[in-house]
């Protein structure tokens, strides 16, 4: 017999062979609500960009009726971004052809799995006159992106370059996301400096002539801080040797 209103026919009969019929309405109802079980230790993956929808089959353990028919279900919530990582209560409900709902309820692990995007480009720098130079991580970093974290903390494995590091070298940088996620990329960065003689001299220097009638000028009484950049400088007088013919200013170079 269906759900809903049949029409039954009665008829009676006599020991007489005599008979009579009449029609009555019988409404069959289902009341049964389905049974509905859940999945347990359930877990989705956040997308690219950020969001995951359920569906049934990744929570549904079984669904029986009474009834034939299909059961039509619904999941809330269905839909997750990175504002729902960690466990989140769901329910599932099942709705049978007369309206009877059965439901299960399940916690849903929202994980984000995805690491960061990193584009990474090479890079140029000159030493400066402190014999070092710092380069900005930005200035290596072509495009960066995460799924969930907008700001992916940046660590380089080296930012400060001394004459030391003079030539190529090779910098890894490692992006990391707020959900532990990491991902890394490897520039190379030619370091370079400026190797011109920097010659500086005091304005006016003394020699005293010894009894002989000669003097002889240090370095140190001419050089005023001279140097070459990240080398060890030669120096080099034009004139260290004096004599009473040279008594007066001379002109040194060095």
Avoid at 126 to 135: A, H, P, Q, R, W
Avoid at 224 to 252: K, M, R, W, Y
Wanted: proline fraction near 3%; aromatic fraction near 4%; charge should be negative.
């Amino acid at each position: 017999t269906m759900a809903g209103i049949n029409s039954i026919l009665l008829t009676g009969i006599s020991d007489s062979g005599n008979s009579t019929t009449c029609n009555a309405n019988v409404t069959v109802v289902d009341s049964d609500q389905p049974l509905v079980t859940c999945l347990s230790n359930v877990s989705i993956e956040l997308d690219q960009s950020g969001l995951a929808i359920l569906q049934t089959t990744e929570i549904l353990n079984e669904a029986i009726d009474n009834c034939s028919g299909a059961l039509s279900f619904a999941i809330s919530p269905s839909i997750f971004s990175c504002d729902n990582l960690g466990l989140n209560s769901v329910a599932l409900t099942a709705t049978d052809a007369s309206g009877n709902i059965g439901s299960c309820s399940v916690d849903v692990l929202i994980e984000d799995l995805i690491a960061p995007t990193v584009v990474c480009t090479n890079s140029e720098v000159t030493i400066g006159l402190d014999g070092s130079v710092d380069i900005p991580v930005i200035s290596l970093i072509t495009s960066l992106s995460d799924n969930c974290d907008v700001n992916p903390s940046v660590s380089p494995s080296q930012l400060t370059f001394e004459c030391s590091d003079a030539g190529i070298n090779s910098v890894s940088i490692l992006v990391s996301d707020g959900n532990g996620n990491t991902s890394n990329c490897n520039v190379d960065i030619l370091v370079d400096y400026d190797d011109t003689p920097a010659a500086v001299c005091v304005k006016q220097a003394t020699v005293a002539l010894d009894e002989s009638g000669v003097g002889v000028v240090e370095l140190e009484a001419i050089d005023a801080g001279s140097f070459v950049l990240c080398e060890t400088p030669e120096f080099i007088l034009s004139q260290e040797v004096f004599s009473c013919d040279h008594l007066g200013f001379n002109t040194v170079e060095l």
